[in-house]
């Protein structure tokens, strides 16, 4: 079977595995008091030209949104997010479920619009009646979002402009950071990422490694007692090491970006394969994800070969599927994926 | 240093990395819907004789505590946990964040007594009152305890017998299980667990695993849709993989009794050593946790060669600490360590 | 000054300040266990036509949103809402806080379609991804709405239709409800309500109580430990007293319907007079709120005789303003209101 | 049936009534933003003699506990109580259910000790793992205690002082306030609780109102949005003025201390008639709520003509019950329940 189902579907690159062989049987502290730990901290402060910033790992995707968005929003605020957003649509309610509401936005392209933002503000705070609704407190944004789509450093420049006059701090979801960052079309860095957010996180699961997430707060800004926040959600490992060894090896000789690098080189030939082949693209994606409508009976077909992921359906006869490449895509597996379509 | 901190300090068993190397390029499917942990589950099945259980892998003790007992819990009740249970006392709050009280009962060398139980529910449906009360609505134990001792085939028979009178789940918190079933001092097997308990868990974490806990349902009867439940407390693992592959590892050829023996034997070599030097035991524990009552002087000697836990206050002059032993314990360090006492 | 501001203005019909007066001295079990709650629940059964009915009384709207959906959901379900319904904009987040996402539908005056109702449910079930996505676990409707609209026999007819085929419990919000029982332009009626739904509320506070909701679950249909639930979200008046009194006031001898009615009469009176001096009617609406257009400098005129709701800005120039009629609307006052416009 | 019940089994003193019954039809905006709230406000500044003081009323004893707990602590923090603290017994959990973990100190005569307190947190912050436990974020006292106890002045300075140097909050509930204060064995005047206290209520629904508890923050330290933060708990009240036209009446020719006293004359005369008789009391209570022990035989004598509450089992053949007086307790009835002894 061609594997083009997700980002998650192997296990680590093997540079990772190697260091976990290696400092197997060193003892270390516990909940992330390990040197590993510490070490990978500053190596993604250097990434991000941020020497003051504070850097806690965490397990999984949906697990970081929740405690890092419930440990900076009080009680009676609620995130906005694109309607698409990852937390408004595929965490399973993991965010209302700490007590929050996510309050939506139209999506452009999987992306919210800073005049939108405004808007929503205004609105809030000229409503007579405001305090009898959720008041926005932070905004929730990713990058690369839900469709694959990139914000321009314009983009984020302007939506960090609209928060800082509001007060709202602004996290971004960066599940898939590596394949936005490696993106052809971006003018996007870390170091901007850092500079416009007021805390990101640092995908890891979907960009080579076993389990791990990197929270950055770049100016030194993690909410007091977040240790503690994650215990009680349920979210500090046991074992940190297991996630310091890896993001070390990550930002060891720059593995995050060649990871990165990778699946956009075979997603860009997987496109333009497609493209060649006539197929029509559901949206247009710079980065690992790509979003293609189909037919029905074509997919029956498809099915037999490769593992795809279902989106959506387009209309009765034809449906959206997602493909995705990986650090780990083979060329080959792309060239059989373009012959058999 | 000497490292007898806690049972968690060393990565895992080589034979967990060698399996996750050799199985790391194969794509799988997420959350959990991979061979790996299909075959894992088996295994557990069989071990556990229990041909219906369900089994759900998730990654860490307090969150498999947490997800478990909110999803047995109706909103209204609370789970009775002896006073110094983990889920009272170390968790950071995580079951009363879901909204659960915890009911605390006296602990007797950290365990529940059936009679104090049976007097709670008897106590709680005699008042008039009880409507304005927290419902006592399972009963959460751990085995080997927090102090390292061990429940009886009879006590967990007798707890058992209250708990389906008033119909009462039981949960076991196993993170140290393999520690406690290759006690000497045991009588109870996995098959009795199954039997007594209506879901108890495998730990991994403690006894050679990266990560991973292993909840075991044993009649088939895990609660519907308990993987969004686990989806929105943040505790579904992406590569659920990487927990099959691990349980897996540790299911085959008794590599989890293997490990939990080689810390039973590590303890009872220390606690020889430190018996023969005249050392105070605390409590006194049939497992891999030792309780040492010892001068703050003295300690303050040791600290500069071995890595032990705090426990609590003894008395002005001494403290108490724990030194732990496990899958990974040398025999030349508690050599070493018997000689420095 | 001309009060239009709401319905809940002024204090209580006198009726009912006379039975409280009157039972003052009696004293009476608290919590809802007195003669006069339960007076009031058979009185409300025979109004409903549903003999068999649980009958519940809370103290307000919010809070009986809340501790209704709350009871019903699961922990992973939220509650299906118009986007416009007040669970989903004007409670502060109070389903979120207790864990709950709002899934929102279009609102078409204020109504949810049962159509749209339906994709909702298939969608769902369609998609390959729904265990990680919020269960859709019963529906809310308010009647009338916040735009004062009325659903017809026959659109509540087919929503109750879609929500018992996919096992949906629907939840009406009555806060109102007596002044759409009373509205000329509909054709549905208590008994129909009790038919359609699994739970509703019909409306004291707004209504010409001094407070309090009875919620009805018509077909014995509470949920278990109901007192229990609702004490714990602190809703459980202590002297229930309060509540059964005013709610056997109110239905005894037609008093609830009587203060419907007057409230559309003087709404109808309104309406003609406004109409007939040109105002722009910003929603058409058969009950007792009326929603229109002023120009902004007149609105500040009129805001030295008429106290308001201020509702959304209709565009520079203009606001879109509330006009509420109620119980003790005066009949002058509306004459005073038409001339002063 | 002679009725001692409790203290919240009558209406309301006339003198409530009476102001309802002549503000009636005056309409006023909602939520408590109307001149008898205003009015109320300025009374209970002044009976604090606190100018500074916000006030915010609430309708229930449970529900208020809950808010003003839930507005002040961290979510990773808990509330210190007395092991027999309403909200730790009584409250169906209604702290829990807002995420936070309710740390029992141990009772004497209902009342936490300052040195107990002083112990918890030294301990907690020696702990070399507290950040794996539940933070003490507040301190909970009620005053007078469910054992009907009063804290002297000394005591109060000493947990005010303990709390201080803590930087814990300190909330006393006053349920039973009026009684507490009008004991011919306090020292202890609103203006020391004012003093002593973060927070406060005054409670009026057990002394001779209809419902209703005003929450005082003495130093104008309510928390911000605390508005936002009731109605998100369902605890906001629409007609408001039902709060503060009673607690206008309340603090108006010292009606509150009179209901107060009232009740005190009633329960020396029951104490002294009691204890001629050779009756047993469990408890030694200087308020209204008096704890006695009856031979079960006796009991079922007594039932057939008193009211009375159940509260725990004393010995196989005895039962501890309570029996309160109340603002509207009749001397006749006490001398009637005297006589039946």
């Known amino acids: 079977m061609l594997a083009f189902e997700n980002d998650y579907s192997e296990g680590a690159h093997e540079k990772i595995l190697q260091r976990l062989a290696e400092t197997n049987r060193e003892a270390a502290s516990g909940y992330g008091n390990d040197p590993y730990c510490e070490q990978a901290k500053e190596k993604i402060r250097a990434a991000c030209e941020s020497p003051n910033a504070d850097v806690f790992f965490l397990v999984g995707g949906t697990q970081t949104n929740q405690v890092v968005i419930d440990a900076y929003l009080k009680s009676y605020e609620g995130v906005v997010s694109a309607s698409s957003g990852h937390v408004n649509c595929h965490e399973a309610g993991a965010i209302e479920f700490t007590g929050h509401k996510v309050l939506a936005l139209p999506e452009h392209d999987g992306k919210i619009a800073a005049g939108d933002l405004e808007d929503l503000m ?10 009898h609704m959720v008041f926005p407190g932070m905004v929730y944004i990713s990058h690369p979002t839900e469709y694959g789509t990139l914000y321009s450093k314009k983009e984020l420049q302007e939506i960090s402009s609209v928060c800082r006059q509001y007060q709202l701090p602004l996290y971004l979801d960066g599940a898939r ?14 170091k901007d990422i850092a500079e416009f957010c007021d805390a990101f996180y640092i995908g890891g699961t979907k960009v080579g490694a076993l389990c791990g997430e990197a929270v950055v707060f770049p100016r030194g800004n993690m909410p007091k007692y977040f240790l503690t926040i994650a215990k009680q959600h349920g979210a500090l490992l046991a074992k940190g090491r297991l996630l310091g060894i890896q993001f070390d090896a990550l930002f060891t000789n720059g593995l995050y970006y060649e990871n990165g690098r990778h699946a956009i080189e075979m997603a860009k030939k997987l496109k333009e394969g497609l493209a060649a082949r006539g197929c029509q693209f559901f949206r247009q994606s710079p980065t ?8 029905n009976k074509k997919l029956e077909e498809l099915r037999r070969h490769v593992v795809y ?8 006869e034809h449906t959206v599927i997602r493909l995705a490449t990986s650090w780990a895509t083979r060329p080959e597996d792309v060239e059989a994926l373009i012959e058999l379509v």
Do not use: A, I
């Not at 950071?177 to 870390?190: A, I, K, Q, R, W």
């Not at 690992?288 to 037919?295: A, D, G, K």
């Open 177 to 190: 950071l590596g394949y936005g960052l490696m993106s052809d079309e971006t003018d996007v860095s870390l």
């Open 309 to 316: 992921s279902y989106w959506e359906p387009y209309d009765e």
């Open 122 to 131: 205004k609105k809030f705070w000229q409503d007579e009646s405001h305090e």
């Open 288 to 295: 690992n994800q790509q979003f293609l409508v189909f037919e």
